[in-house]
């Protein structure tokens, strides 16, 4: 049986983060479901963050020349 606590721990949420509130199981795996991974949503905005400054610096140098 699926452990809401391992969920929590493999999305990277601290300990506690939402089996520490009193919900049932059944609730705290399908919020755990439908939740997002911290770790990939933070590489999703580096990325992002990276492409906008490459468009940005690229456009700028372009009307420099």
Do not use: C, Y
């Amino acid at each position: 049986m699926l452990s809401p606590a391992f969920v929590e721990h493999l999305m990277g949420l601290p300990a506690g983060w939402l089996t520490g509130v009193p919900l049932l199981r059944v609730d705290q795996l399908r919020i755990l479901g439908n939740g997002v991974v911290p770790h990939q949503a933070a590489l999703a905005v580096s990325m992002l963050l990276d492409d906008f400054h490459a468009v940005t610096q690229a456009s700028t140098q372009g009307r420099a020349a």
